[in-house]
C-alpha cells in the first residue's frame, strides 16, 4: 500500500477513536443520552472509522469487533427512528382528539336558537350517549355575549 495511503487509513482509525470518546465524555457528563440518535450516529461513525483502519492494518479481531458494533448500532438507529414516529403519530393523533373535542365543546355552546329564528332540531343529536358532552342550557350564552350584542346572519340572496 502507498505510503500516502497508509498515512490516511492510519489518521481515520485515529479520528475514529476521537468520534468514539467524545460520544462517551458526552454521555458521561450527561450532555447527551444513550438512547439518542446523536450518540448511535457518533457511534457507527466511530466504529466504522476504526474498523477500517484496523482492516487496511489487518488487524482482523478488532476489525470484525468494529464492525459488529457498526451493526448493533444499525439496529439501535432503526429502533429509535420507529420509536420516534410512534411518538409523534401518537401526539399527533392526541392533538386531533383534542381539536375535535374543542369543535365539539364549542358547538355545544351555540344558542338552540339559530341566527335566522329557526330553532335547532335536537332530535338528531344523541345527548344520552356523551352525558358529559350535554349542551347547556338555553338560559346560558356564550363567553363574551351580551344581551344586547346579537349575531348578524348573512342572508342568501
Sequence with gaps: MP?????????LGWIGVAVHLFAYAR??????????LTYQTLNVTGALAVGASSAASGAWPSAVANFIWIGI???AIVALRRHILERRLRAARQRAAELAEKRFRRSARR????????????SSVDLEAFPERAAPSAATRPAGRSKTRRRRSKVAA
Design 111 to 122: 344558542s338552540v336558537i339559530s341566527p335566522a329564528g329557526a330553532t335547532v332540531d335536537d
Design 73 to 75: 448500532g444499525f439496529v
Design 3 to 11: 505510503e500516502f495511503l497508509v498515512s490516511v487509513v492510519a489518521s
Design 27 to 36: 454521555i458521561s457528563s450527561g450532555r447527551m443520552l444513550p438512547a439518542s
